[in-house]
């Protein structure tokens, strides 16, 4: 399998004497045309290791490569393979879902030839075909997240970055945004790498997972083997039992005794 996404001893430290390990040495590999799943609590370094990967932000130390490309070096080459739906992303109101995949075109440098297409393409592939001229002040939450993910894609990117993808959404447009992301990675081939705290998202769209905790990278596997590594019956307690302190495994044992006693 092609290792498309490497990381190696990647930091980022915040605070005067960097004493915020925001990312903490991660080593991680991501396979192409695998969907991996990015889990951890708030704070646990997500978003920031998104943010390094899609060059937004400078290691402190430490580099990664994309489809062989190094994201201190290649920038232009990484921002090329990559897509990203950020985690509170802008969004121009007052254009049309049309519009601003133009926009978004013209700034990723799509041909102009082959634009109008693939807006009409991707306009198809999420349903919003019919709604392409209304303006985006009056889409719904999910249909703004559809538009979002969809700009991500305008210069046909082979991996696709969703910092929590459903997180602000119904149960119903969360169904819609997890469906269109089992149809990219399945019928459109894209290695998606997603971020979440959400568990059910995770086991439900991801090949293989990773944990992270303050920084570090503290378990990475499928959702079985990661339950077999920590000895726990759901990812659920796996999670907390990776990333919890003292009072987590009290929990748990409560729980447990709770259960037996039922
Ligand atoms: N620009 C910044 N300046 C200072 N500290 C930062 C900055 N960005 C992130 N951090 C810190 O780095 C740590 C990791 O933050 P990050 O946003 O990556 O977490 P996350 O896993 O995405 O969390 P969440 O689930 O809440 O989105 C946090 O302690 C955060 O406060
Ligand atoms: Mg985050």
């Given at each position: ?168 959404l119904d149960p119903r447009a969360s169904l ?87």
């Amino acid at each position: 399998m092609k290792v498309l996404i490497s990381t190696d001893k990647l930091s980022k430290h915040y605070g005067k004497g960097g004493e915020i390990k925001a990312v903490d040495e991660l080593d991680l590999e991501v396979y192409e045309g695998e969907t991996f799943g990015l889990l951890g609590p708030n704070g646990a370094g997500k978003t920031t290791t998104v943010r390094l990967l899609n060059c937004i932000i400078k290691p402190t130390s430490g580099t990664a490569t994309l489809n062989g490309d190094d994201i201190l070096k290649d920038e232009t080459e990484v921002k090329r393979v990559t897509g990203l739906l950020a985690e509170s992303p802008g969004l121009y109101e007052k254009l049309s879902a049309y519009e601003f995949l133009e926009f978004m075109g013209a700034l990723y440098d799509v041909p102009k030839d082959i634009l109008p297409e693939r807006i009409d393409n991707l306009l198809k592939l999420f349903g919003l075909h019919d709604r392409r001229d209304y303006l985006l002040e009056g889409y719904s939450r999910g249909m703004k997240q559809k538009i979002l993910i969809a700009a991500a894609l305008i210069h046909d990117p082979p991996i696709l970055f969703l910092d929590e993808p459903t997180s602000m959404l119904d149960p119903r447009a969360s169904l819609m945004v997890k469906d269109l992301i089992k149809k990219l990675a399945n019928s459109a081939g894209k290695t998606i790498f997603i971020c979440s705290h959400i568990l059910p998202v995770v086991e439900e769209l991801c090949d293989r997972i990773g944990i992270i905790n303050q920084g570090r990278l503290v378990a990475v596997g499928t959702v079985d083997e990661i339950i077999a590594q920590t000895g726990t019956k759901t990812l659920e307690e796996a999670f907390i039992t990776i990333t919890g302190g003292v009072e987590e495994k009290e929990l748990l044992a409560w729980r447990e005794q709770k259960s037996a006693n039922a």
